[in-house]
């Protein structure tokens, strides 16, 4: 499985943060796993942002509030993130996962892509 | 919200062994996975269901977990072993990771 996120490098301050993680090598609709997206502030550690089931059920950090929301198109094979209401502290490096779920690791990384929050 | 502790700083010098650990309230009860991220890169997925390591994964890296301590070993410990490390649990449907600890090879 290869995971690949895409979308605006530079994010208004107030504005909503979106990306897109396409899966290829396997199925998004494959029920052993969750889909994940992380981000990690430079020279931060990791912060689960949420989970989302190929059903579409979700599980979000509650840290983030009402502000995430995550959904599935499993016709294209890709998952999505919302964040809105974004400041300079949602400026980090955002990766997608997968989370296997009887086994509760995540075994599949994308690269990350940068999010910068700033006007 | 359940957190997982972790020392910011860990040294070690090459070929002793590194100790690693990570702390929670009954983590002993819990799954606990641990993550390799060298700079510039995405994590790495080192050992998973406490003390299980996946087939490329170095025999030098193990895993222990009980009562309220996680612990990561790297037996013979490599230069190409420094790096950031992270305990991480999924419990309750919510994923929880640990600070991260950075091993210094000395």
């Known amino acids: 499985v290869q995971l690949q996120e895409s979308g605006p490098g530079l994010v208004k301050p107030s504005q909503t943060l979106s990306l897109t993680c396409s899966v290829s090598g396997g199925s998004i609709d494959n029920g052993d796993y969750y889909w994940s997206w992380i981000r990690q502030p430079s020279g931060k550690g990791l912060e689960w942002i949420g989970n989302?089931?190929?059903?579409?059920?979700?599980d979000y950090n509650p840290s983030l509030g009402s502000r995430v929301s995550m959904s599935v198109d499993t016709s294209k094979n890709q998952f999505s993130l919302k964040l809105s209401s974004v400041t300079a502290a949602d400026t980090a490096m955002y990766y997608c996962?997968?989370?296997?779920?009887?086994?509760?690791?995540?075994?599949?990384w994308g690269q990350g892509t940068l999010v910068t929050v700033s006007s | 919200s359940y957190e997982l502790t972790q020392p910011p700083s860990v040294s070690v010098s090459p070929g002793q062994t590194a100790s690693i650990t990570c702390s929670g309230h009954k983590l002993g009860d819990k799954y606990v996975s641990w993550y390799q991220q060298r700079p510039g890169q995405s994590p790495v997925l080192l050992i998973y269901q406490d003390s299980r390591r996946p087939s490329r994964i170095p025999e030098r890296f193990s895993g222990s977990n009980s009562g309220n301590t996680a612990t990561l070993t790297i037996s013979g410990t490599q230069a190409m072993d420094e790096a950031d490390y992270y305990c991480?649990?999924?419990?309750?449907?919510?994923?929880?990771f640990g600070g991260g600890t950075k091993l210094t090879v000395l």
């Open positions: 991480q649990e999924w419990d309750n449907s919510f994923v929880v």
């Open positions: 989302i089931y190929y059903n579409g059920s979700t």
């Open positions: 996962a997968t989370l296997v779920i009887i086994t509760k690791l995540f075994d599949y």
